[in-house]
Structure formats: structure tokens, C-alpha cells
């Protein structure tokens, strides 16, 4: 197989996303798998010793659906590409299932399933660390904002450098219209964030303030003022991790009852509770209640405190 090949398969991972609905189930438990292998890892594993990182993972970055059929992919893998990229192993009568019927979470920890990377793609991956780092580069670019990318490796045990974009990221045409919106939308919101009007400047380089995508470019979010925010670093990856949500008519901030906090973090954060966001200079680019709702939906730790 050639290095191309290889990085077409996790690029073409079948990821259930009808109507906008988030699935990084596949992804999150490839990264997992791709670290093992980095580390060494030298045979398939038992579901039973996947299970509680692939739970605290889905947790952390899932959606609020949470992990309650967390098993899936890793059956679901083993018939994509008929086991070309995932190998699976256990009593023939489970196996030889139809593709469809997934055994259920205690067969797989009791009859001791076994899966993981196919022995050809896991020592490739082990030889080749810079296909390895292209590979973990596709999987976090093709499903996750930038903003979680550091977060995700430290919890799968993946150093931060390995970590290459994919190619696709570089399109020219799509970098220039990510990167004229990114301007159009801080302007929009008079260079604050729209939360906590940090306005941090240096000369006349703001420091800290972003662009953020509301619905996810890679839940295909368009690039348009209306599906932005201009946030600093610290709200933007709160919001991007679900932290806080917007409502989609009233547009207020609405924090989720999973964030814990102590001291001055928790006064500061409360404090925006229920506040409304500071609005754009134009009504006309106002956020859009589609993408808020999808952003309630997909990324938001429901349930909301109340207000
Ligand atoms: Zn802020």
C-alpha cells in the first residue's frame, strides 16, 4: 500500500453525520489506537482496555449525546474497507455476524472481542513517523476545530509536534475566503470579543481576539459573518468545547452545568451567565439561529444552568 493510500483510508473513515449530527466516535478511537502504536503497541487489544479512555474521551470531546454507544466504531471499523485499515478478533460466531448487527457493549467485554489497527497499517505507522503524524494531522483537521486539536493529543498521549496538516488544508481559494471572513467578522463586532470585550491591543495588533466558526467548517459551517463570533482565545475554546452556548433567539450566554470552576474563575465565569452577547455593529449580521442551534445541539455540555 502506498503512503497515499494509506492516508486516503483515514481520510475516508464512514462517519454517520446525517443532518449535522456530530460522530467523532471513529476518529477519537483512531487517535487512541495510532498512539498505542506510536508507543509500541505491537498486537490488537481487548475492547475492556479501550473502553474507559474512549468513554473519557467522547466526554470530553462528543457531543452531549455522551458515550452510550461508544462501542460502535470499534466494530463498525473492522467491516469499512473490508478490515483493510481495522482488524478484528473473537469467537467465529460474533464475527461472522452481518455488518449491521453490532454486538452489544457486555458481549464485546465478555467475549473477549479483540481489535485494533491492521498489523500492515500499525508498522507502517510505527516505521514511518512522519506518515503516522500526517495521519493523526488528517483525523483532527477533517473533525475537530483548531482550538481542541492540543487538547485531544494531550489526552490520547500524542506529543503536540506530531501533528502535520493535511495538504487539502493549504487550497488557496479556501484559505483566502477563511482569512477575509476572519477579518469581516472581527470588524462586524468592533475587535472585542463579544463576551468579555477584550480588546487587548499591541500598536495597533490586537492580541487574543479570534474569529470563531459557530457551526464547525468541519461539520461544513460556511465561512459567513453570520455563522461568527469574535472571541478571545480563552471564550473561544470554551466555545468550541461546549462550555457555554449562545441562545439561538434571544442570544444570550447560557453556561453548562458540567463546568466547574472555584474562587475568581467561577465568579468571573457566572458573571456572564445569562448575559446578553455584545452585538454586532450591523442587525444584518447578527448571528443565525441555524447554526446556534447547531451549535446548542452538537458541541454544548447540556444541561444549561438556569437562569
Ligand atoms: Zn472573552
Same mark, same amino acid.
Given at each position: 500500500?502506498? !503512503?497515499?493510500?494509506?492516508?486516503?483510508?483515514?481520510?475516508?473513515?464512514?462517519?454517520?453525520?446525517?443532518?449535522?449530527?456530530?460522530?467523532?466516535?471513529?476518529?477519537?478511537?483512531?487517535?487512541?489506537?495510532?498512539?498505542?502504536?506510536?508507543?509500541?503497541?505491537?498486537?490488537?487489544?481487548?475492547?475492556?482496555?479501550?473502553?474507559?479512555?474512549?468513554?473519557?474521551?467522547?466526554?470530553?470531546?462528543?457531543?452531549?449525546?455522551?458515550?452510550?454507544?461508544?462501542?460502535?466504531?470499534?466494530?463498525?471499523?473492522?467491516? +469499512?474497507?473490508?478490515?483493510?485499515?481495522?482488524?478484528?478478533?473473537?469467537?467465529?460466531?460474533?464475527?461472522?455476524?452481518?455488518?449491521?448487527?453490532?454486538?452489544?457493549?457486555?458481549?464485546?467485554? +465478555?467475549? !473477549?472481542?479483540?481489535?485494533?489497527?491492521?498489523?500492515?497499517?500499525?508498522?507502517?505507522?510505527?516505521?514511518?513517523?512522519?506518515?503516522?503524524?500526517?495521519?493523526?494531522?488528517?483525523?483532527?483537521?477533517?473533525?475537530?476545530?483548531?482550538?481542541?486539536?492540543? +487538547?485531544?493529543?494531550?489526552?490520547?498521549?500524542?506529543?503536540?509536534?506530531?501533528?502535520?496538516?493535511?495538504?487539502?488544508?493549504?487550497?488557496?481559494?479556501?484559505?483566502?475566503?477563511?482569512?477575509?471572513?476572519?477579518?469581516?467578522?472581527?470588524?462586524?463586532? !468592533?475587535?472585542?470579543?463579544?463576551?468579555? !470585550?477584550?480588546?487587548?491591543?499591541?500598536? +495597533?495588533?490586537?492580541?487574543?481576539?479570534?474569529?470563531?466558526?459557530?457551526?464547525?467548517?468541519?461539520?461544513?459551517?460556511?465561512?459567513?459573518?453570520?455563522?461568527?463570533?469574535?472571541?478571545?482565545?480563552?471564550?473561544?475554546?470554551?466555545?468550541?468545547?461546549?462550555?457555554?452556548?449562545?441562545?439561538?433567539?434571544?442570544?444570550?450566554?447560557?453556561?453548562?452545568?458540567?463546568?466547574?470552576?472555584?474562587?475568581?474563575?467561577?465568579?468571573?465565569?457566572?458573571?456572564?451567565?445569562?448575559?446578553?452577547?455584545?452585538?454586532?455593529?450591523?442587525?444584518?449580521?447578527?448571528?443565525?439561529?441555524?447554526?446556534?442551534?447547531?451549535?446548542?445541539?452538537?458541541?454544548?455540555?447540556?444541561?444549561?444552568?438556569?437562569?
Amino acid at each position: 500500500m502506498t !503512503n497515499q493510500e494509506i492516508r486516503q483510508l483515514f481520510q475516508d473513515i464512514r462517519v454517520w453525520q446525517q443532518g449535522g449530527k456530530r460522530a467523532p466516535h471513529k476518529p477519537l478511537l483512531l487517535l487512541l489506537a495510532i498512539s498505542r502504536a506510536i508507543q509500541g503497541e505491537v498486537t490488537i487489544t481487548e475492547y475492556s482496555a479501550i473502553d474507559s479512555p474512549l468513554k473519557s474521551l467522547l466526554q470530553k470531546f462528543g457531543p452531549s449525546s455522551g458515550p452510550a454507544s461508544r462501542h460502535y466504531p470499534f466494530w463498525h471499523l473492522g467491516t +469499512d474497507f473490508d478490515g483493510t485499515l481495522w482488524q478484528l478478533d473473537g469467537p467465529k460466531e460474533i464475527l461472522e455476524r452481518p455488518p449491521g448487527k453490532t454486538p452489544t457493549l457486555t458481549e464485546l467485554r +465478555d467475549l !473477549n472481542i479483540r481489535g485494533g489497527l491492521a498489523p500492515k497499517i500499525r508498522e507502517r505507522l510505527q516505521r514511518d513517523i512522519r506518515l503516522a503524524a500526517e495521519v493523526i494531522g488528517i483525523l483532527l483537521y477533517t473533525h475537530f476545530p483548531a482550538t481542541l486539536h492540543e +487538547d485531544i493529543l494531550a489526552e490520547v498521549e500524542i506529543p503536540a509536534r506530531f501533528i502535520l496538516p493535511p495538504v487539502h488544508e493549504f487550497d488557496r481559494q479556501e484559505y483566502r475566503r477563511d482569512s477575509t471572513v476572519r477579518q469581516r467578522i472581527l470588524k462586524a463586532y !468592533n475587535y472585542r470579543c463579544c463576551i468579555c !470585550n477584550h480588546d487587548l491591543r499591541i500598536a +495597533d495588533r490586537f492580541v487574543g481576539l479570534e474569529a470563531a466558526h459557530i457551526k464547525w467548517v468541519q461539520m461544513k459551517g460556511p465561512h459567513e459573518i453570520r455563522n461568527g463570533l469574535a472571541l478571545c482565545s480563552t471564550h473561544h475554546k470554551m466555545f468550541d468545547y461546549g462550555v457555554f452556548t449562545i441562545d439561538p433567539k434571544a442570544h444570550y450566554v447560557l453556561f453548562s452545568q458540567n463546568a466547574n470552576a472555584s474562587g475568581p474563575t467561577a465568579e468571573k465565569l457566572l458573571s456572564y451567565h445569562g448575559a446578553p452577547i455584545i452585538s454586532p455593529q450591523k442587525d444584518s449580521h447578527r448571528p443565525a439561529s441555524a447554526y446556534l442551534e447547531w451549535h446548542r445541539d452538537e458541541v454544548f455540555k447540556k444541561p444549561a444552568r438556569g437562569v
